[in-house]
T-cell receptor, first 115, second 112 residues
């Protein structure tokens, strides 16, 4: 069965440093991968999408890489700030039935940026 | 939250009672989804809809049913709630040909 693992449940980083989160998967060939941010008590919010034929995607201080050979995505936040503290979820997609996107989510990594 | 509301936001109920959760969108998006989120499991798809009256099962559909009689409303029903259905339930929507999903604020359900 499909399996997605995010490297750790919790990650603590010093403010200003780069935070790197990992998403590994098995038994799946996704057409794309997404990263979402989730704050306590709220729904996930979309951040970035990277397709299987793309190696890297950037958005402001965020960078995502996608290695389909290693079956891994890395999510980087550069110049991290306390406001970046949240849980980050990776999601694999590509299985679309009737056009609906059936995403498979990892369990999330809770990131804390310490001042 | 991208024009998505969920009601109720919190609910406590007893085992064996029926429960209906409502998702309402003002975005006129075609696709709607129900997920549950539990510690250690991440978000898991329960059911989804690809149009009015068009629905299908997701990964964890046992014990749940859905209905969509209007574009803007997607209902999730627990026919006879069990303690294993204690969870946080999220509704999401997406546009045709777009992969991004927009999530509602969630409903926290406790089944005693």
């Amino acid at each position: 069965s499909q399996k997605i693992e995010q490297n750790s449940e919790a990650l603590n980083i010093q403010e200003g440093k780069t935070a790197t989160l990992t998403c590994n998967y098995t038994n799946y060939s996704p057409a794309y991968l997404q990263w979402y941010r989730q704050d306590p008590g709220r729904g996930p919010v979309f951040l970035l999408l990277i397709r299987e034929n793309e190696k890297e995607k950037r958005k402001e201080r965020l960078k995502v890489t996608f290695d389909t050979t290693l079956k891994q995505s890395l999510f980087h936040i550069t110049a991290s700030q306390p406001a970046d503290s949240a849980t980050y979820l990776c999601a694999l997609g590509g299985d679309a039935l009737q056009g609906a996107q059936k995403l498979v989510f990892g369990q999330g990594t809770r990131l804390t940026i310490n001042p | 939250d991208a024009g998505i509301t969920q009601s109720p936001r919190h609910k406590v109920t007893e085992t064996g009672t029926p429960v209906t959760l409502r998702c309402h969108q003002t975005e006129n998006h075609r696709y709607m989804y129900w997920y549950r989120q539990d510690p250690g499991h991440g978000l898991r798809l329960i059911h989804y809809s690809y149009g009015v009256k068009d629905t299908d099962k997701g990964e964890v559909s046992d014990g749940y049913s859905v209905s969509r009689s209007k574009t803007e409303d997607f209902l999730l029903t627990l026919e006879s709630a069990t303690s294993s259905q204690t969870s946080v339930y999220f509704c999401a929507i997406s546009e045709q040909t777009r992969e991004t999903q927009y999530f509602g604020p969630g409903t926290r359900l406790l089944v005693l």
